[in-house]
């Protein structure tokens, strides 16, 4: 088993892929925490390039009703009267 630094945004599933492109298969890839990630690899020095230049997508959280709302020009009040509420 081998560490690295654990990237930024750390994306287990696509840096798994990232690595099967170079020809490194990684069977799971063990998060340690806050700093390091640890998996198998007899290849260090290429896995660990591969590590570094990693970026990971990140799922953006669903908007609010608030936030649907003002990007229309409208806020919860605006809605309410709109209903007769």
């Known amino acids: 088993m081998k560490t690295f630094t654990r990237p930024a945004n750390f994306n287990g599933a696509e840096l798994k892929n990232e690595l099967a492109d170079v020809g ?3 069977e799971f ?8 990630i640890t998996f198998a690899t007899s290849n260090e ?4 390039e591969i590590v570094a230049a ?8 669903e908007p609010s009703i608030e936030d649907k709302l ?5 806020n919860v009040i605006d809605l309410k009267t709109a209903l007769g509420l």
Do not use: E, Q, W, Y
Not at 29 to 36: A, F, L, S, V, Y
Not at 45 to 48: E, G, L
Not at 54 to 61: E, F, I, R, Y
């Open 70 to 74: 003002a990007s229309v020009g409208l």
């Open 29 to 36: 890839i063990r998060d340690n925490g806050i700093d390091t």
């Open 24 to 26: 490194i298969i990684v």
């Open 54 to 61: 990693h970026n990971g997508t990140l799922v953006a959280p």
């Open 45 to 48: 020095a290429k896995a660990a």
